[in-house]
């Protein structure tokens, strides 16, 4: 059985879909790489199936550098020096791609820090997850950090359009559809299941995918109404406190197969965005049910994601934390950009410590007034306030 991922893996740049944005006319990925050895060690990141090791093996072709291939969770130090050391007098230097870069450890990093600054080879990383945070400072100013993104359905319907041809296959068209977005942009994932759908039967229905796949990956709706139009729904419906509806659309989500991760996320968003301070346990209980998904999965994290449903819908609802941190960096945008008073710095004597005064002192944190957040004195936050009024009276 061949297999389709690395049958039609693309060859050149021109050949890779879905990263316009890095690789198309004018993108400076797209500049670097081709241009002569202009390109500096890079980390991607990006979903699974977007296209991370395909780049990089297209880059080493583009550049016509040797390639090696590794992971750092099975990266031993003895194999990079080896390495290094058949490349060190070679006029062309080899491009090694580490996968899951975030789990380098601080000694591996250390290690390839000197052969980073010496270019003793082109150095690209590769994570589903941003890297930035796990890289040291040394190794991050030694780089460059681009995201990659899953591929659209639109890309994705052509490519599988493109493969269906040159293989000959008869594939029914909702199963067509079923490929492309239960696949969440991962092009490997969508050839997998074709492959293995092609060797059960002929056509290939929707039937015999869903056997395979019970479950989109990350969509989990049809073309016409996609998992963001659902998606979209049981939020405005839980911010307009309608407690059927934003279950009925849940039920829609969770029938279509749509990941309970994604779910908890987008409802995570919700009890800040939508009821922050008005509720606060909102959030501890969109929290713990973002964890519990993660560990129990369908069919049971059905319950779970109903349970959060009902009690977001039920909650008083306050966007004034959302308004407030949108205003303040719409001010930073503008140009609000003011020094720290110099008695808050760090190791100030002038600060005026509030325990010593009972928890509140009247002092400016601010070298310029500056005014974002509005209570709606709903639910909590008119606690909140009334707290924070007392807290912050004048002692005459």
Known sequence: MANFALKYRPQSLNEIIGQSHLLGKDAVLGKLIIADNTLPHIFLYGPPGCGKTT??????????????????TSLKIEDLRKIFKEYNHALQKPLIFIDEVHRLSKNQQEVLLPFME???????????????YSLT???????????????????MTTYLNKIIAAEELNVEENAKEYLVFSSGGDVRAMLNLLESAKEIESPISLTIL?????????????????????????IKSIRGSDIDAAVYYLARLVDGGEPAEFIARRLAILASEDIGNANPP????????????????????????????????SSPKSNSAYMAI????????????????????????????????????????LSKPLHFYDTK????????WQWHEKITSVKE
């Open 326 to 365: 949108n205003s303040a960096l719409k001010a930073i945008k503008e140009g609000e950009i003011h020094p720290i008073p110099s008695h808050i710095k760090t190791h100030a004597k002038s600060y005026i410590y509030p325990h010593n005064f009972g928890g509140w002192v009247k002092q400016s944190y």
């Open 210 to 234: 869903k056997q395979i796949r019970p479950h989109a990956m990350q969509a989990g709706s049809s073309e016409s109404e996609s998992h963001y139009e659902l998606t979209s729904a049981m």
């Open 55 to 72: 780049l990089a093996r297209v880059i080493a072709s583009t550049m016509e550098r040797p390639f090696y291939e590794m992971n750092a």
């Open 118 to 132: 010496n270019n003793a080879a082109l150095i690209i990383g590769a994570s589903t997850e941003n890297p930035y």
């Open 282 to 313: 909102a959030l501890n209980l969109a929290s713990a049910t973002l964890n519990i998904v993660k560990h129990i999965g369908y069919p049971e994290a059905r319950i779970s994601l109903s349970q959060l449903v009902i009690y977001l819908a």
């Open 137 to 155: 400072a040394a190794m991050r100013s030694r780089s460059h950090l681009f995201q990659l993104e899953a591929v659209s359905q639109k890309e």
């Open 377 to 384: 004195q709903i639910g909590f936050e008119k606690t909140l």
